[in-house]
Nanobody, 121 residues
Framework: QVQLVESGGGLVQAGGSLRLSCVASGSIFSINAMGWYRQAPGKQRELVAIISVSGGLKRYVDSVKGRFTISRDNAKNTVYLQMNSLKPEDTAVYYC??????????????WGQGTQVTVSS
């Protein structure tokens, strides 16, 4: 069974910071790029950030560049998303998944519960 467990979300004022964590099954984590996705109310799920297997390559959606940083600790099977200068438009449920680095598409049809991020103005 593939397991993806997100945590670290919460309610924060605009301009604040949060760090999200995702613990994944070792069998999928160690051999795949990992991505963070988010889904806001009434909107499609979108890729926020993606990191290569080794952590040497990273890409972000334009709206978060300069504010968010993705990283991974392969020894802990964990991927992180440091979010600074948060804006109300960042409000969404955030999910992680293994991903194809080139296409940015998720590889697993299983999604975890996600973690809610709410940014107030």
């Amino acid at each position: 069974q593939v397991q993806l467990v997100e945590s670290g979300g919460g309610l924060v004022q605009a301009g604040g910071s949060l760090r999200l964590s995702c613990v994944a099954s070792g069998s999928i984590f160690s051999i795949n790029a990992m991505g963070w996705y988010r889904q806001a109310p009434g909107k499609q799920r979108e890729l926020v950030a993606i990191i290569s297997v080794s952590g040497g390559l990273k890409r972000y959606v334009d709206s978060v560049k300069g504010r968010f940083t993705i990283s991974r600790d392969n020894a802990k099977n964990t991927v992180y998303l440091q979010m600074n200068s948060l804006k109300p438009e960042d409000t969404a449920v955030y999910y992680c998944n293994a991903a194809n680095y080139l296409s940015a598409r998720p590889l697993n049809n299983y999604w975890g519960q996600g973690t809610q991020v709410t940014v107030s103005s």
